[in-house]
């Protein structure tokens, strides 16, 4: 398996829509809405995402992964000196389920532990991810309507 990560550039924005778009369309589906309604409301919703993390996100670390020179995924983290912030993982449906997920937030762990800072992240409470972030050693630091703030601490 030819799995690598290498620097987000501007003419991944193609991708990184179809990428945000099959995060949420089994979500959208179900509200019987046209394909051009779902898609205006995925790309307004996509438009929003990427300005959000673009202002409030500007030094992270964002990486695409990529198989067998295909982008699959990326993965955004933002490097403090007291912990690091795994701001979005995501991969494509297809790709889901096979480890990828999991090593890349064991590489972030292994990093991080080098670096004696812990990571944070935050996940949808309706999200299966939020099961591996437990046996990875994530602990629910706090909550909201929609997510479960987590961190694995140092170890």
Known sequence: MALSLRPY?????????KLYA???????????????????FLRMQFNA?????????ADAD????????????RILVLRKPEAALLVDIALLPEYRGRGIGGGLVRELIEQCNKSKVAVR???????????????LGFRKTGEDELYFQMERPIG
């Open 62 to 73: 964002h990486q695409i992964v990529v198989f067998d020179d295909n982008p699959i995924g």
């Open 9 to 17: 550039r501007t003419d991944d924005q193609n991708f990184l829509f």
């Open 121 to 135: 992240l935050q996940v949808l409470r309706t999200n299966p991810a939020q099961r591996l972030y437990e046996r």
């Open 22 to 40: 099959a995060t949420r369309q089994q979500e959208i589906s179900a509200w019987g809405w046209s394909s051009a309604q779902q898609e205006a």
């Open 49 to 57: 995402q990427q300005q959000s993390y673009g202002m409030t996100y």
